[in-house]
């Protein structure tokens, strides 16, 4: 594939064929990073991820062309010790998503490496996208157990992670890829190992972030992933986010009521243990828990 040439991730794609790699489409472009479906040397494509975003490209653009690359996106210039922090940050993802191999229900790192100016690494490509759409789709008795199948590998894979001493922070819909009718957890970026603070004491609000993030970011437990995992299984079951005394919790599964209000308690140590969600949407997503009725 060919960017345009002022298209702010044309740089990096330039970079990795100079490596030897062939990209086929551009998955994503955000901030800090760049997302390729790639191959070479005749290997089946992959999703490679490059710590160079956005912010990075205007250093890489000549006099002459810089100016124009301003009609084409908006983007600030990062200083020279701004970059060298983000790049740090991008190899911590890197080092965290090495000590997750093997962790089944988490996304794996395939390979690694770097150009003079950026790192990446690779992953399988999961062919069925992430979990959005579930959250707009209407539930027929067959959806919601496929649905809830995913979460619950998803809450498996997080079980692992903070076996692990890994709390991920940031899980959504757009962090739970499907492949093969399976979930899988990914992006690592944001996560934290559970003996030593990382980040700003303070971060908010996002749907699906805790409320302990609003003065212990820094220092959030494997409850804060909890937290956000029942926000996401309230939304994909109540088709709407938990707020106002969770108004649409009776349309949830029975079974799945107390389980949810305790996950989503304000409070990190009054939520269950990621275990007993992951086993509380095991049980829901079963075929013998399929013909469990509704209460009104």
Known sequence: MHLHPMHPAAWVLDQLRDAGWHAHD???FTRASTLVLASRNGMPPVVLKAGFGSNHVLAELDGATRKA????????EMTEAERA????????EIA???????????????????TDRFDWYTMPHCRGGNFGPHLATTLSRDDETAGLSVLADVADGLSTLHERGIVHRDVYQENILIHDGHGLITDLGAARRTDTPRGPAARGPEVHWPPEYTTS??????????????????????????????SRLHTAPARLRPIIT?????????????SELRDALRQAA???ATPAQRSS
């Not at 305790?262 to 990621?274: C, F, G, V, Y």
Request: overall charge negative.
């Open 96 to 114: 965290v998503t090495r000590a997750a191999q093997g962790a089944e229900h988490v996304v794996p790192l395939l390979e690694e490496g770097s």
């Open 286 to 288: 079963t075929p013998a």
């Open 85 to 92: 922090l983000t790049r740090e940050d991008f190899r911590h």
């Open 26 to 28: 551009l998955l994503c």
């Open 217 to 246: 970011y820094d220092r959030a437990t494997p409850r804060a992933d909890v937290f956000s995992l029942a926000v996401l299984t309230y939304r994909y079951l109540c088709a709407d986010i938990p707020r106002h005394g969770f």
């Open 262 to 274: 305790a996950a989503l308690a304000p409070t990190p140590e009054d939520r269950p243990a990621m």
């Open 69 to 76: 690359a301003y009609g084409f996106y908006w983007y600030a």
